[in-house]
């Protein structure tokens, strides 16, 4: 898995690097996206073309996941009521 935060520059991520030194056909890395609620206004575009895997292109491709955020954490949020509400974020 090479996890990359949506919220940072990902062409400036040295994760895929790292990840085709270790995997140089490319036939076990996977691309996971973490924070998408943190998307700055304007980068939309950029992580869209990530996950469409058209920049930074990978054979497995990518995923993108929305995990609690610290308050939510602190909050005591159920794992249930995570998934509904990541569920409702990507909808």
């Keep these: 898995l090479a996890v990359l935060p949506a919220n940072q520059d990902i062409a400036t991520c040295d994760i895929l690097?790292?990840?085709?030194?270790?995997?140089?056909t490319g036939e076990r890395t996977i691309g996971?996206?973490?924070k998408p609620d943190l998307v700055g206004p304007g980068s939309e575009d950029e992580v869209i073309a990530v996950l469409n895997n058209v920049s930074k292109p990978l054979k497995l491709g990518y995923v993108?996941?929305?995990?609690?955020?610290q308050k939510e954490l602190a909050d005591g949020?159920?794992?249930?009521?995570?998934?509904?509400?990541?569920?409702?974020?990507?909808?």
């Design 32 to 34: 996971v996206l973490t």
């Design 77 to 91: 949020q159920s794992l249930s009521d995570a998934k509904e509400t990541e569920a409702k974020f990507f909808a």
């Design 17 to 24: 690097e790292r990840a085709a030194q270790v995997d140089p």
């Design 64 to 69: 993108m996941v929305k995990n609690r955020t």
